[in-house]
């Protein structure tokens, strides 16, 4: 293989600073708001929910619709930096209203003071939405097609790193000692820390990332290598797919509305469980989640090396089996005893290391089914299923939470895991070229 063909791992690292940024964020968001909704504005678990499933609603919208604005977008710094850099200022800049508002409905609960902090989020996921898209594809848009699994996996490996950040924080920071029984918590100050972390990550994707010249790069090599497209062309003429590639692209597309059923579910009400279920208070309950994002983390590079070997179906087959049996297995413990365990934590880092399967190669399936020209629209397709998974699964999650039971979180997210099986059974495109070598020659290209 030339050496063009090689992943500039440096480089796609600097470009993952970006989903780095987004994850710290939405970590915080998913771990700080549902209780912020509940124990200072006393709403119930289903409003909760609804509020919770907002930012899905509006990203089904705006991330197809960013994504294929950055598409179009000729701006001389690139075609995704624009909306990286609006997105991420408006962002931090609204972010932060959000601990002031909490604390002045706290001193003095006014329906004025519930409605501007409700408008805000909204105003926050409207930001987020449009940069959301066009950041994520900034790494398709400067990687060929068969290096996309190895570099998601970076890109995830860094979206990884932004959210065990905000965990080991929000552990440090919020010991159970310090919230539990606490009449109200001040989080201020871990809103001024992920925006801290937004804006260097701002700074070293907009003044260390050279999109044009690396996007160009990138179309030439794919020019000069047209065997390496494993998915026939589209017709010049209608822009439609071959008709086998859009059925695998629609089944695979379910699938990850499916598992993000699932998983999205475990994130949303994790930490509503683990105080309600073990009494444990948010940094007890952070650290299961630390563990889980740190067996992601150890396992999202293996995981692209493993598809190269062996395709990446057979390999989110694989993480969908391990991840539907940890929920299980989590369920199972709740029923027969009532303390947590320690033993739980090698449950949540196998949660981790199968979700690192399905993640790191959903994405470059999906790309690997459009023209270089539509990364953003198809990128755009992605998040679309993804979140119109996510604006169901808290409002009925929740549901049951409330009025069944809140042991019946677990065994939900392992049902929608295990649909998504069947589904991916019927995907027949989208697997990368797979490598012959063996050893640490599956690192070569990785230089």
Known sequence: MEQKSKLNIWQTIRVGF???????????????????????????????????????????????????LSDRCTAKMGRRKPFILGGSISAVFLMLLIPFLDHAYFSSPKAVFKILFVCVLGCILVAM??????????MPDV????????????????????????????????????????????????????????ILSLIVVVFFVDEVRLNAEMLAYEQAHPEENLIPETDARTEKLPRDVKKSLIFLLISIALWFMGYNAMETWFTTYADAVW??????????LTIATAGAILFFIPSGVLASKIGRRKTIIGGIVLLSADFFTVFAYTCVFRE??????????????????????SLPMVLEMCKG??????TGFYY????????????CAGALLEYVSYKTLFPYCAVFV??????????????????AKRGLEAFEDME
């Open 418 to 435: 295990l649909l998504s099986l069947g589904t991916m059974l019927f995907v027949r495109h989208g697997d990368a070229k797979i490598e």
């Open 373 to 378: 020209s539509e990364v953003g629209r198809f």
């Open 18 to 68: 970006a989903f780095l940024a987004i994850c710290a964020f939405w970590q915080m968001y998913n771990n700080v708001i549902p209780l912020t909704l509940s124990k200072t504005f006393h709403m119930d678990k289903s409003i909760s929910g609804v509020i919770m499933a907002a930012d899905n609603v509006l990203a089904l919208f705006l991330l197809p619709l960013f994504g294929g």
């Open 279 to 288: 009494n444990i208070g948010l940094g007890d309950a952070s650290l299961c």
């Open 143 to 198: 990687t060929p097609k068969p290096l996309r699994s190895k570099a998601n996996a970076i890109i995830n490996l860094m979206g990884a790193l932004g959210g065990i950040l905000y965990l080991i924080i929000a552990k440090l920071m919020y010991p159970s000692a310090k919230t539990q029984n606490a009449e109200h918590v001040d989080y201020l100050p871990l809103f001024l820390v992920v925006a801290g972390i937004m």
């Open 129 to 138: 939405g449009t940069y959301r898209s066009p950041a994520v594809a900034l």
């Open 340 to 361: 947590f365990h320690s033993a739980l934590y090698i449950l949540f880092f196998l949660v981790g290391a199968a979700w690192a399967f399905i993640n790191v190669n």
């Open 384 to 395: 679309t299923f993804s979140m119109t998974a996510q604006i169901v699964t808290p409002i």
